[in-house]
């Protein structure tokens, strides 16, 4: 977390190495969920989440429909949503 300063006058959170900038609940969700991705297999080297039909693979945050959702790149397909809120 970087407090306001003259590099970033509002202030910086990342996760991993993804920044967080999404203004809405939505975006910033996806930034999260990928950031969480990045950390995971950075430091315990293994892929989640892993699609319940096609085992692990390409598997990304996205915004759908106005939601955060894991996207499966078989298909592509939405997978679960990353976030249970149903706002954007
Ligand atoms: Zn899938």
Known sequence: MELPGPDFPAGLIVVEDVAIRGLT???AAVEVAEGV???IAEVHRFIWPVCTQHGPGLMHPELHQG???WICGQGPHPFTAV???DTT
């Open 83 to 85: 976030s249970d809120r």
């Open 67 to 69: 939601r955060a959702f």
């Open 25 to 27: 609940h939505a975006k």
């Open 37 to 39: 991705q990045r950390f």
